[in-house]
T-cell receptor, first 117, second 109 residues
C-alpha cells in the first residue's frame, strides 16, 4: 500500500494565527488526496477532496476560505487553517486513494493534532 | 439520507471472539471497508468486501450481505492490543466513503 506522511504531527497555536499542514505520498503519485477532520469520540468527517492541478472540492459546511487546500504536485497536498480559533482544534488526517481500478482503498497519514489556544 | 450504524462500544475478554456489526443505507454501493483506529492515531485498513460472503484474513474476518445492507467484523483469539475503535465505511455510488461513528472495543484480561 501507499505510504503517507503528515507534518507536523502536533501543533499548538494562538487564536488568530494560520497553520499549515503538509500531506505527502511517499511512494505513490496521488492525483487525489482527501482531508478529514475528527473530533474526540466522533467519526472521520470528510472536509475536502484535493485534486492535483485543480481546485479542491469542499464538503457542505466547510469554509473554503478558511481551510485553504493546495495540491501542487502528485506527492504533496497542504491544508492551511487560516485565522484559527479554538473550535478548530481537532485531529486532521489526510489520505490517498490506491491506484487499482475499482478498488478504492484509502491509505491514511498519521494525522496532525491541532490545538488552538 | 445516508446512514451507517454500528454499536458505540463493546467489551470482550482476552482470548475470546467478538463480532462487530454494521448496517448501512447508502445511495449506491461500491464496497465496504473496515478500519482499525487506536486512540490518537489514524485509521489502518483491515478489510474490503464488495461481494457477498466471508473474507478471512488471519484472526480477522469480514462478512457482507448486500441484500440486507449488513456487514460484520469478526475478531478471534482477542489480544489486548486489539483494544481500539473499529470503523465501518461504505463507498457510495459517487465513490465517496461514508463513515460510521466507530465501535470502541474494550478487551479485558
Amino acid at each position: 500500500g501507499a505510504v503517507v506522511s503528515q507534518h507536523p504531527s502536533r501543533v499548538i497555536c494562538k487564536s488568530g494565527t494560520s497553520v499549515k499542514i503538509e500531506c505527502r505520498s511517499l511512494d505513490f503519485q496521488a492525483t487525489t488526496m482527501f482531508w478529514y477532520r475528527q473530533f474526540p469520540k466522533q467519526s472521520l468527517m470528510l472536509m475536502a477532496t484535493s485534486n492535483e492541478g485543480s481546485k479542491a472540492t469542499y464538503e457542505q459546511g466547510v469554509e473554503k476560505d478558511k481551510f485553504l487546500i493546495n495540491h501542487a504536485s502528485l506527492t504533496l497536498s497542504t491544508l492551511t487553517v487560516t485565522s484559527a480559533h479554538p473550535e478548530d482544534s481537532s485531529f486532521y488526517i489526510c489520505s490517498v486513494v490506491s491506484g487499482n481500478p475499482g478498488y478504492n482503498e484509502q491509505f491514511f497519514g498519521p494525522g496532525t493534532r491541532l490545538t488552538v489556544l | 439520507g445516508q446512514n451507517i450504524d454500528q454499536p458505540t462500544e463493546m467489551t470482550a475478554t482476552e482470548g475470546a471472539i467478538v463480532q462487530i456489526n454494521c448496517t448501512y443505507q447508502t445511495s449506491g454501493f461500491n464496497g465496504l471497508f473496515w478500519y482499525q483506529q487506536h486512540a490518537g492515531e489514524a485509521p489502518t485498513f483491515l478489510s474490503y468486501n464488495v461481494l457477498d460472503g466471508l473474507e478471512e484474513k488471519g484472526r480477522f474476518s469480514s462478512f457482507l450481505s448486500r441484500s440486507k445492507g449488513y456487514s460484520y467484523l469478526l475478531l478471534k483469539e482477542l489480544q489486548m492490543k486489539d483494544s481500539a475503535s473499529y470503523l465501518c465505511a461504505v463507498l457510495d455510488s459517487n465513490y465517496q466513503l461514508i463513515w460510521g461513528a466507530g465501535t470502541k472495543l474494550i478487551i479485558k484480561p
